[in-house]
């Protein structure tokens, strides 16, 4: 790999190259480089110097930032994701494994199930984030990111609309005792007396918390 000391600016662009490649071209004057789809570079030649070409293609290139995701979350997040940075998708990775690699990545987002403790944070050397796909941090050693100057990012928002209206579904479950009644006939009884379950309308709701799943949860069932 070339030592980078020197730089050719062309279209907007500064490329570091090598001394040998900065020779070449000031003897041709021009070159034009493109990006292709792996993030590899390549090269367009106009010239009649294979050496050009020989050396264009050990230029030093600045590593790409590297990303591991150790539990399942949307598709569309991990291809976001993926035109940025590389990323690994490791769902389910058995903790000696993460270990053992971790030290690789800039990176890593979880769920809940991936204990980020001291040792996993003491194992990634090149971590710089802590992505929690989620609410909770529980499952992060904040202190211990926090000492190591590592950023730790949770997504406050993006499940709270589904926590309100799974809420509101386990009410009307429980006021009309649909999991009892959906079990009895299952054991091929039927009667329907038992599982007869009350309105809620006109009842009070009394709610615990009036964060931002408690508010949401308040706004239906006003409605």
């Given at each position: 790999?070339?030592?980078?000391?020197?730089?050719?600016?062309?279209?907007?662009?500064?490329?570091?190259?090598?001394?040998?490649?900065?020779?070449?071209?000031?003897?041709?004057?021009?070159?034009?480089?493109?990006?292709?789809?792996?993030?590899?570079?390549?090269?367009?030649?106009?010239?009649k110097?294979?050496?050009?070409?020989?050396?264009?293609?050990?230029?030093?290139?600045?590593?790409?930032?590297?990303?591991?995701?150790?539990?399942?979350m949307?598709?569309?997040?991990?291809?976001m994701?993926?035109?940025?940075?590389?990323?690994?998708?490791?769902?389910?990775?058995p903790?000696?494994?993460?270990?053992?690699?971790?030290h690789?990545y800039?990176?890593?987002i979880?769920?809940?199930?991936?204990?980020?403790?001291?040792e996993?944070?003491?194992?990634?050397?090149?971590?710089?984030?802590?992505?929690?796909?989620?609410?909770g941090l529980?499952?992060?050693?904040?202190?211990?990111?926090?000492?190591?100057?590592?950023?730790?990012?949770?997504?406050?928002?993006s499940?709270?609309i589904?926590?309100?209206?799974?809420?509101?579904?386990?009410?009307?479950a429980?006021?009309?005792?649909?999991?009892?009644?959906?079990?009895?006939?299952?054991?091929?009884?039927?009667?329907?007396?038992?599982?007869?379950?009350?309105?809620?309308y006109?009842?009070?709701?009394?709610?615990?918390?009036?964060?931002?799943i408690?508010?949401?949860?308040?706004?239906r069932?006003?409605?």
């Amino acid at each position: 790999m070339w030592d980078v000391c020197s730089a050719v600016k062309k279209g907007g662009t500064t490329w570091n190259v090598s001394p040998s490649l900065m020779d070449i071209c000031q003897d041709w004057g021009f070159f034009i480089m493109c990006r292709d789809e792996g993030f590899r570079w390549k090269q367009n030649i106009h010239g009649k110097n294979s050496k050009l070409k020989i050396v264009m293609e050990e230029i030093e290139m600045e590593e790409r930032k590297k990303v591991i995701i150790t539990e399942r979350m949307d598709e569309e997040g991990i291809k976001m994701l993926q035109q940025e940075v590389d990323v690994d998708v490791a769902f389910h990775i058995p903790r000696e494994e993460l270990l053992g690699k971790i030290h690789e990545y800039d990176a890593l987002i979880v769920r809940s199930v991936t204990k980020v403790d001291k040792e996993l944070i003491s194992a990634g050397k090149k971590l710089k984030v802590i992505g929690r796909a989620g609410n909770g941090l529980d499952n992060i050693d904040i202190d211990e990111a926090t000492k190591r100057g590592i950023i730790v990012a949770n997504t406050p928002d993006s499940n709270t609309i589904s926590a309100a209206e799974l809420t509101v579904a386990h009410l009307l479950a429980q006021s009309r005792n649909l999991v009892q009644a959906n079990n009895y006939i299952k054991s091929g009884k039927w009667a329907r007396s038992p599982f007869k379950g009350v309105e809620l309308y006109q009842k009070t709701l009394g709610i615990i918390g009036l964060g931002r799943i408690g508010s949401l949860v308040a706004t239906r069932m006003a409605a």
